[in-house]
């Protein structure tokens, strides 16, 4: 008699959005994880006798980062006296880049450097204090792609003509007879005599 695992007969519960990584549903709101502040903390402590300047920004920038995922794009939101959003539809985003240092790795963090065709090296806007990164990143390239025409897809109004031909026929009659119609009025301006009587002898 043979015995089979128990683990692979019930899968485990879908663990939080913070874990599980694709967004489940839009809309979603993604928030920082504390990591994120003691990654921040460190990173001031690089600056010396100043990095209580650093340590105090960092803190209130982690307590109102806020990331907004819906069905266009993605919003990124931070700041108290000075309010800052970045929002980015899915069909501006042109190059999604994955980077992490080694105090992010070992916290488990990365920055997701979203590009558009802005046309500055400079990402346009920069995920970072998330732990599940890559999920995210594969999110974001398969929206990405979703928003634009795929290779031997037809634009909509392309698909219209071609759902009924008849239609797309009858319009281009209509423009041939318009120009036949253009040209037998400049015929006639032509031939037409000039006027003020009989032409002379």
Avoid: C
Wanted: proline content about 9%; charged content about 20%.
């Amino acid at each position: 008699m043979s015995h089979e695992n128990p683990a692979l007969e019930q899968p485990d519960p879908a663990p939080p959005l913070a874990v599980w990584g694709p967004i489940p549903r839009l809309p979603a709101t993604l928030r920082p994880h504390p990591n994120f502040l003691t990654y921040s903390a460190l990173e001031s402590l690089l600056l010396g006798p100043a990095f209580w300047v650093k340590l105090l920004y960092s803190y209130f920038r982690f307590r109102t980062l806020v990331y907004e995922v819906d069905e266009e794009g993605i919003t990124m939101r931070w700041g108290i006296l000075f309010r800052q959003e970045v929002s980015l539809t899915y069909a501006r985003i042109q190059d999604i880049h994955l980077t992490s240092n080694v105090v992010e790795r070992w916290l488990g963090l990365a920055r997701i450097q979203v590009q558009t065709a802005s046309g500055s090296s400079k990402a346009e806007m920069v995920i970072e204090g998330l732990q599940f990164f890559e999920p995210l990143r594969d999110f974001l390239y398969s929206r990405m792609r979703g928003s634009r025409p795929q290779p031997g897809t037809s634009k909509p109004h392309e698909l219209s003509r071609a759902a009924s031909p008849e239609a797309a026929t009858l319009e281009e009659l209509t423009a041939t007879l318009r120009e036949v119609a253009s040209e037998v009025r400049a015929l006639r301006e032509a031939m037409r005599p000039p006027s003020g009587g009989s032409r002379a002898d």
